[in-house]
C-alpha cells in the first residue's frame, strides 16, 4: 500500500511535470499567434478571408500547414512569391507554432457563389478519383492532408492546377495531371460548397 509521503511525492514529481508540457503547448500556440499576425493581412482575422482566391487557413490542419509552410520556406512551392518570402523569415519552430495557432482558430466556410451543376458534376469527379479517400468524407482533413470542404473556390482552383502543372510537387496529387480545367473547376465548385 502507498503511504502519505509517497503519495505526496508522487504528486508533486506529476504537477513538475505537467506544468512545464502545458506551458510549451500554450507558448506555441501564443507564439504562434504573435507571430501569425502577419499572416491576418492577406488570409484575414483568425485566418478566415472572404476572398475567392486566398486560402482559409483558421481551422486548418497544423500538420499540413507545417508542411506547406516548409515547402515555401525550402523553395519548393516557389511560383507562391509572397508566401515564399514571409515564410524564409521563420524558423522551423516558429512555422510549427503559426500552424499550432491558426489551426486552434474556428473554420469558417467559403461564402463564394458555387454553380450546383458543376458541383454535381465535380462531386462525381471527387469519387472517381478518390478525393475524400485523402481528405476526409466532408473535405475535413486528415493527417496531413489539408482541409478541401468550404475552402475558397479560386484558390482550390489555382491550387489544383499548380498541383497539374508540376509548380507543386506531390506524389498523391499526380492524379490531378489527368484532369483538364473544366474538370478542376467543377471539382472546386462541389469542394467549396461542402458544409
Known amino acids: 500500500m502507498i503511504n502519505g509521503k509517497l503519495l505526496f511525492f508522487m504528486a508533486i514529481v506529476a504537477a513538475v511535470l505537467y506544468v512545464p508540457a502545458t506551458s510549451f503547448a500554450e507558448a506555441s500556440v501564443s507564439e504562434g499567434k504573435r507571430l501569425g499576425k502577419t499572416c491576418a493581412g492577406c488570409h484575414g482575422t483568425a485566418g478566415n478571408t472572404p476572398g475567392e482566391y486566398i486560402g482559409?487557413?483558421?481551422?486548418?490542419?497544423?500538420?499540413?500547414m507545417t508542411k506547406a509552410l516548409t515547402e515555401f520556406a525550402d523553395g519548393k512551392r516557389a511560383k507562391s512569391v509572397e508566401m515564399s518570402?514571409?515564410?524564409?523569415?521563420y524558423t522551423q519552430e516558429q512555422l510549427k507554432s503559426i500552424a499550432m495557432y491558426y489551426s486552434t482558430q474556428k473554420w469558417v466556410n467559403s461564402t463564394n457563389n458555387i454553380n450546383m451543376a458543376k458541383a454535381e458534376a465535380g462531386k462525381a469527379?471527387?469519387?472517381?478519383?478518390?478525393?475524400m479517400d485523402c481528405h476526409g468524407a466532408n473535405g475535413e482533413g486528415m493527417d496531413e492532408y489539408p482541409r478541401i470542404g468550404g475552402q475558397n473556390k479560386g484558390y482550390l482552383y489555382e491550387v489544383m492546377k499548380r498541383y497539374k502543372s508540376g509548380d507543386i510537387k506531390s506524389d498523391e496529387m499526380e492524379l490531378i495531371t489527368e484532369?483538364?480545367?473544366?474538370?478542376?473547376?467543377?471539382l472546386a465548385n462541389y469542394l467549396s460548397g461542402i458544409r
Open 56 to 64: 482559409k487557413i483558421g481551422g486548418q490542419n497544423p500538420t499540413y
Open 125 to 131: 469527379i471527387a469519387m472517381d478519383n478518390g478525393c
Open 85 to 89: 518570402i514571409v515564410s524564409k523569415g
Open 179 to 186: 484532369l483538364n480545367d473544366a474538370q478542376l473547376d467543377k
